[in-house]
């Protein structure tokens, strides 16, 4: 199907944590630059179907008790075989080709495998779909991603472009762009370094975002840790704690909080409070440890969920910008290690700041931007876009 000047994006997600919806509507912001709002459809495709609770209740029972079984799925190919097998399902590419036809959009970025891999079915029948992107948001990769149909993909690392290349995808359609963020946040150039004579080790604790159902055994953890930290001096820690839309846990943690504890709910202020503390502590969501790079923050990982949660610990803790605890115990003692060496948190900073792609987004944007103008120059020119 040949690409047309006016032919609209849809940018797609699945409504699973809060990453892939952040990283879609913040990529539609970026389009902007380059053409006008009415061209671009940002949407969960599959909320009718899929919505957003039943998904974070299996998110939660597989965090919670199925574990193993999802970490050996995730290695084994299971999970990309079963999205695979619902991707090619006929009703579930009717729901993407009428959600496509009610935007008219012939050209598909996704953010999640799902709307990916049903996106690359609809294109190979030649249904709607002319061209379909790949912006992976964590810093691993498994085999729920489509390897075939797709004409970019978009990553976090050099090492998931390894990935791809071994398992057959052209070097020339990956680009190491970085995970799509948010805007502002980037590194201050002259950022204050923690130091031993400082009043206090200030720490940003996140235990909720967009939605709370991933972070149920950082949750766990995090409460504990803040019952310790209550028993020590407010001139050795200081937290600030954000607890997102789970307005349950705001009330519980308020209610008993000591004088170094601030407890805040939702925040749509996070760049600022990333810049204003040494070190974050909380699950390693890939678009949260994104962020963190980005602003050339060093992290203390808890709560850890089986599959991409674990290869971004294992990502993150390998290129020494995180630290990874497994009790409350941990978090304290690491606390009490940052205060009496601060070289190393600053070593883990300066490490942080090479490894993030601020302008991520914007680069993303732009490269499928100027993809789809050079197919039409191409179509113009009689030449069979590629």
């Known amino acids: 199907m040949n690409i047309q000047a006016n032919d609209k994006i849809a940018i797609l997600y699945l409504s ?46 597989s965090i919670r008790s199925l574990s193993r079984f999802y970490e050996w799925a995730w290695h084994n190919q299971a999970v990309g075989s079963w999205i695979n097998r619902l991707a090619s399902l006929w009703f579930m590419q009717q729901i993407l080709l009428r959600e496509l036809l009610k935007a008219d959009a012939g050209i598909v970025v996704a953010t999640h495998a799902l709307p990916c891999a049903v996106a690359v079915h609809l294109k190979r029948s030649q249904k709607q779909v002319k061209k379909v992107y790949a912006v992976v948001t964590d810093f691993g990769l498994h085999r729920s991603w489509p390897w075939q149909c797709v004409d970019r993909y978009f990553v976090g690392s050099e090492e998931i472009r390894a990935d791809l290349i071994r398992l057959g995808v052209n070097i020339e359609q990956i680009s190491v762009t970085g995970i799509p963020i948010r805007a502002g946040f980037q590194a201050l150039p002259q950022s204050k370094v923690f130091s031993s004579g400082d009043v206090a080790l200030k720490v940003l604790v996140i235990m909720s975002g967009l939605r709370d159902h991933s972070y149920a055994v950082a949750t766990d953890i995090l409460v504990e840790m803040l019952e310790k930290v209550r028993d020590l001096e407010p ?46 502590v909380t699950k390693p969501g890939g678009l949260l440890m994104a962020e963190a790079l980005a602003m050339g923050m060093a992290s203390i990982l808890v709560g850890v969920g089986p599959g991409q949660e674990t290869a971004n610990r294992k990502f993150l803790t390998e290129q020494g910008v995180a630290f990874s605890a497994q009790t409350a115990l941990d978090i304290i003692q690491l606390f009490e290690k940052i205060r009496r060496e601060p070289s190393i948190l600053q070593g883990m900073k300066n490490r942080a700041r090479r490894l993030g792609y601020p302008g991520a987004t914007i680069a993303i944007a732009s490269q499928i931007h100027e993809d789809l103008l050079n197919s039409h120059q191409r179509l113009k020119a009689g030449l069979v876009p590629h």
């Open 16 to 61: 699973v944590g809060s990453g892939h919806q952040i990283a879609a509507e913040t990529v539609g912001i970026a389009f902007g630059e380059f053409c006008s709002s009415d061209m671009v459809y940002v949407a969960d495709p599959f909320q009718s179907v899929m919505p957003a609770a039943l998904l974070g209740r299996l998110q939660r029972i």
């Open 235 to 280: 001139d050795q820690v200081r937290l600030t704690v954000v607890t997102g839309h789970n307005t349950r846990l705001f009330n519980q943690l308020s209610a008993t909080a000591g004088e170094n504890v601030v407890v805040l709910g939702y925040v749509d202020n996070m760049q600022e409070l990333m810049g204003a503390h040494d070190v974050l």
